[in-house]
Nanobody
Framework: QVQLVESGGGLVQAGGSLRLSCAASGRTFTNAAMGWFRQAPGKEREFVAAISASGGNTVYTESVKGRFTISRDNAKNTVYLQMNSLKAEDTAVYYC????????????????WGQGTQVTVSS
């Protein structure tokens, strides 16, 4: 079992930065691949970024490459999403998720989810 709690969301102007954190509890965190997803109003939840259990592999959706960075600190049971050069279209509720095996980009492949944190980018 893994419990996930996101934080760090808020209101920021376009071009600004935010860092999201996802604190995990549970013995299996260090063996879990972690992902960040987002859901804008009226849209389906979409993949943003994922990181392997060791932190050695990362994957990003095309629209955030070069702007967002996913990382993790297994000693602190925490995964981060550094978001720079934010755009209005990044506005969404951001969720972190965990799965027992390797990186995947589909929401259906993740077993555990946090409650989400709102990110609003004003233009």
């Amino acid at each position: 079992q893994v419990q996930l709690v996101e934080s760090g969301g808020g209101l920021v102007q376009a071009g600004g930065s935010l860092r999201l954190s996802c604190a995990a509890s549970g013995r299996t965190f260090t063996n879990a691949a972690m992902g960040w997803f987002r859901q804008a109003p009226g849209k389906e939840r979409e993949f943003v970024a994922a990181i392997s259990a060791s932190g050695g592999n990362t994957v990003y959706t095309e629209s955030v490459k070069g702007r967002f960075t996913i990382s993790r600190d297994n000693a602190k049971n925490t995964v981060y999403l550094q978001m720079n050069s934010l755009k209005a279209e990044d506005t969404a509720v951001y969720y972190c998720a965990a799965r027992a095996s390797g990186i995947m980009t589909r929401t259906s492949r993740y077993d555990y989810w946090g409650q989400g944190t709102q990110v609003t980018v004003s233009s």
